[in-house]
Nanobody, 126 residues
Framework: VQLQASGGGLVQPGGSLRLSCAVS????????MGWFRQAPGKEREFVAG????????TYADSVKDRFTAARDNAKNTVSLQMDSLKPEDTAVYYC????????????????????RGQGTQVIVSS
């Protein structure tokens, strides 16, 4: 199982970035996926989750209405569109795989995800 996040970078407040996560070694279509982030000196926190079909998403309150999770099972990719970025969004972002297949209710705690890729750094600063 491999998950590789990319797309991070330096962006000004109010800007946008699109993160991608390329996966391999498992059937993406069977698993919900998620995004977590970890800011310097802080614990890792949930950002977004997307169901195995992509029909259901859930977001942390801090990113709701600004971030959008999506997936393309045929291309084995998951994405996170981040708009209206704020300095407090600065963190390393990780994509993660749900521990269970076909989960109906999206998980928001890290123990419910079993694989985490290496992260991609996002810095929001003027």
């Amino acid at each position: 199982v491999q998950l590789q996040a990319s797309g991070g970078g330096l962006v000004q407040p109010g800007g946008s970035l699109r993160l991608s996560c390329a996966v391999s070694g498992f059937a993406l279509s069977a698993y919900a996926m998620g995004w977590f982030r970890q800011a310097p000196g802080k614990e890792r926190e949930f950002v977004a989750g997307i169901s195995w079909r992509g029909s259901v998403t859930t977001y942390a309150d801090s990113v709701k209405d600004r971030f959008t999770a999506a997936r393309d099972n045929a291309k084995n990719t998951v994405s996170l569109q981040m708009d209206s970025l704020k300095p407090e969004d600065t963190a390393v972002y990780y994509c993660v795989r749900d521990r269970r297949v076909w989960r109906q209710r999206l998980a928001t705690t890290e123990e419910e995800y079993d694989y985490r890729g290496q992260g991609t750094q996002v810095i929001v600063s003027s």
